[in-house]
């Protein structure tokens, strides 16, 4: 016997138990068919509705995630930074799903969102000459990313905000690893750190350009 759970009725509650091969045979998904499941479980995603720092959240994600894209296209396009076809086959993979990402955050902000002149990346030189290189400042940009997004869907208001956040973030994490593995590094031993929006803004501001607002 591995164990079982009360299921609660009108008057009283039942402990109904489970062996082991039950549990592997009808898998967790079968266990709890007869469960009480909330009722917003095939609803529509919530839409973001930010509400004050929520739209802070947005707007640094917007624009980090415009550099993490213009990095990637960057790296695809270089012709000598070792990278397999295949490799440059998920670097335009990740292109277009930050393309998307950004659409999403621009709607969601609506007229706060910044426009499209507003910033401009500028790469340090030489960012993509080589495979290592452009390894090591994909992961720059996607650590930073994931830290704010961990911020984020813990300060964020708005719920619909902090799932869009929260998706965002599962991405990430995963594009970070990506970059981590092809670069030879093991996976961190310990969990990842979150870091607030003005520290992270400074981090970002090296790698902008604001042609409107000229130092």
């Known amino acids: 016997m591995c164990g079982g759970w009360i299921e609660y009725g009108e008057e009283h509650a039942q402990v109904i138990e489970i062996d082991r091969g039950d549990f592997l045979r009808l898998g967790v998904g079968g266990l709890l068919a007869g469960a009480v499941v ?9 839409k973001p509705a930010p509400q004050d720092d929520d739209i802070a959240f947005l707007s640094f994600a917007t624009v980090a995630e415009r550099a993490s894209r213009d990095f990637y296209r960057a790296a695809a396009k270089a012709k ?8 440059r086959s998920h670097l335009r993979r990740v292109i277009a799903a930050k393309s998307t990402h950004i659409v999403r955050l621009d709607g969601a902000l609506g007229a706060d969102a910044p426009l499209t002149e507003d910033f401009v990346t500028v790469l340090p030189e030489g960012a993509v000459k080589t495979k290592a290189r452009s390894l090591a400042l994909g992961g720059q940009l996607e650590a ?8 984020g869907v813990s300060y964020a208001v708005d719920a619909g905000t ?34 607030d929006l003005e520290a992270a803004a400074g981090k970002l501001d090296g790698f902008l350009s604001t042609p409107a607002f000229p130092d």
Not at 38 to 46: D, E, I, R
Not at 167 to 195: E, N, V
């Open 38 to 46: 909330p009722a917003t479980a095939g609803a529509q995603l919530a």
């Open 162 to 195: 902090r799932l869009l956040l929260g998706r965002l973030l599962a991405y990430d994490a995963q594009a970070l690893t990506w970059l981590r593995l092809r670069g030879g590094k093991a996976s961190p031993a310990g969990l990842a750190s979150s870091i």
């Open 80 to 87: 000598a930074t070792g990278f397999t076809p295949g490799e």
């Open 144 to 151: 930073l990313l994931v830290s704010v997004y961990l911020n």
